[in-house]
């Protein structure tokens, strides 16, 4: 803590290294001093229950997270989505808390020293303008997490710890949609855990479109949960990622869905409402009106899925190691 | 800046004094001249720098050589025991599963992480077990047939 207060802007924090490693080496990040967290134990471990809600320490890995018995039972939306996240090898080092904190990402940005020189610097690191959106007063690089959408619709909360003490906010709280300034805390706050609520019910699922079935950033995430009294839904979220500069929910959508039974029509008009707050721009991989489309026929499968639906073949985009697994098991 | 680094490599207690910048594949290849970790992209994308840690896959591109202080790192070289190939050696090298061979140390490694936690891995388990690791040459087909033909002699 002292660490970072004494060397203000020049001092980052590193968890597993996965983003800031790469980062610094194309000289996007140029921090002087480096704080690793991997020796604090404090924030390590998962604990807690489906019963009673869970504790995620910022350090706990992402294989930690996607085969933890009692997420994968009962989260199984996190599992898959951290499950989803880059390779076997990235998951073993890659942390939660790194995971929520990933710098946002953009084709013009994620390129080395050598690269962004020749086409000309933008204003995310040593430049002035914007080369998505020219007129744009601001960075749109894209929120690339892909379990913060699941953690939001999960309605999960972050505790922050900073020199001034400490304080807890739902995780929405975290972000901004900006590509510059994505993150709402101050610089020397660090992320220490991430609570999810007890079940209660509510039952969620995540779906990613991306290129390669092996590994890829997501380029649309879709994360919905929904808590249902018999057939009708008493609650719902649907929170977009890869779609703006931070996750991205989609408040009309819900409300058609409060107090209605899950029809494949109504499954239908909910998918296109929900994907009218996606506005993806040209500044990530695959065609961006794509991806909007996209964004109809994801929701419109997460839905499906959770209401017992067919939801056609599962994408090989899809293939996670859990679900590997579960065809094994059948 | 150089530190005292402790690691232990191939069941061996090393000790060496280098760099402070320096990643862990720098380090294993450079001050300790275990050039069997290869260099591809740098930036943890190919996967070919694959170590075991703790026998866990990682990438030594993205891993600084402090935050592995007394842990035990498994490199391709100490894959064989007493001259004799691993299962997995014996097996990428009778299928022809490697041509270059940029890739194979790190695949060998990978394989030998999935095989340890499941002995008789599915192809699908398989490949998403080597989800990471990139091969310019082979199509991976005869990769998948050599874990699957390592791992079936294993289990008799
Ligand atoms: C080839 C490749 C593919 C990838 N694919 C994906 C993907 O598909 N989906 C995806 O979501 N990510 C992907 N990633 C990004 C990354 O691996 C993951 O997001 C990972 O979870 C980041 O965690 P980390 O611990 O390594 O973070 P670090 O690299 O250590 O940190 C990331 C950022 O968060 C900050 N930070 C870390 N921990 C904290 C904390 N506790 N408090 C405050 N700030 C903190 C750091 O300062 C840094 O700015 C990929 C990376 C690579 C190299
Ligand atoms: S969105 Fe614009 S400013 Fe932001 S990284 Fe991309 S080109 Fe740079
Ligand atoms: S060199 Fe480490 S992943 Fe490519
Ligand atoms: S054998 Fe050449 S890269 Fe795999």
Known sequence: MSLLQEHG??????????DLFPNMKRRQFEPR?????????????????????????????????????????????????????????????????????????????????????????????DGDICLVAPGSPRCVAVSSSDTAPVLWSLGARVRLVGPDGERVIPLPALYRDDGIQYLAKAPEEIVAEIALPPVDGLRATYWKLRRRGSFDFPVLG??????????????????????ASQPREAVEAERLLAGERLTPELIDRVAEVAARPSKPLDNTD?????????????????????????????????????????EEAR | MRELLTPRVNGDDVQVLAPVHKTLLEVLREELGLTGTKHGC???????????????????????????????????????QAGRLHPLQQSFAELGAAQCGYCTPGILLAAKALLEHNP??????????????????????????????????QGR
Request: with cysteine; hydrophobic share 40%.
């Open chain 2, 42 to 80: 740098e930036l943890g994308e190919c996967g070919t720098c694959t170590v075991l840690l703790d026998g866990e896959p990682v990438l030594s591109c993205l891993l600084l050589p402090v935050e592995c202080q007394g842990r035990e790192i498994l490199t391709v070289e100490g894959m064989a």
């Open chain 1, 222 to 243: 879709v994360a919905v949960a929904l808590r249902r009294e018999g057939e009708v839904c008493r609650e719902a979220r649907i929170v977009l990622g890869a779609v």
């Open chain 1, 33 to 125: 001093v480096l704080v690793g967290l991997r020796g604090v134990r404090e924030l390590g471990g998962i604990r807690g229950s489906a019963r009673e809600g869970m504790t995620l320490g910022a350090l706990a890995t992402l294989t930690q997270v996607s085969l933890h018995p009692e997420i994968l039972t009962h989260y199984p939306a996190l599992a898959r989505a951290a499950d989803l996240v880059s390779t076997p090898q990235l998951r073993n080092m890659g942390t939660i808390g790194g995971n929520v904190c990933l710098d946002t990402r953009c084709n013009y940005y994620n390129q080395s020293y050598a690269w962004r020189k020749a086409i000309g610097f933008c204003m995310k690191k």
């Open chain 1, 9 to 18: 802007p020049d001092a980052m924090v590193v968890a597993g290294g996965t």
């Open chain 1, 286 to 326: 695959l065609v961006y009106y794509y991806r909007k489309r996209m964004t109809r026929v994801y929701v419109a499968r997460a839905l499906r899925e959770l209401a017992g639906l067919p939801v056609g073949d599962w994408p090989t985009a899809m293939a996670g190691r859990n679900h590997a697994n579960d």
């Open chain 2, 120 to 153: 008789r891995p599915s192809r699908e388990a398989i490949r998403v077990a080597l989800a990471g690791n990139l091969c310019r040459c082979t199509g991976y087909t005869k990769i998948l047939d050599a874990v699957e033909l390592a791992a079936a002699r």
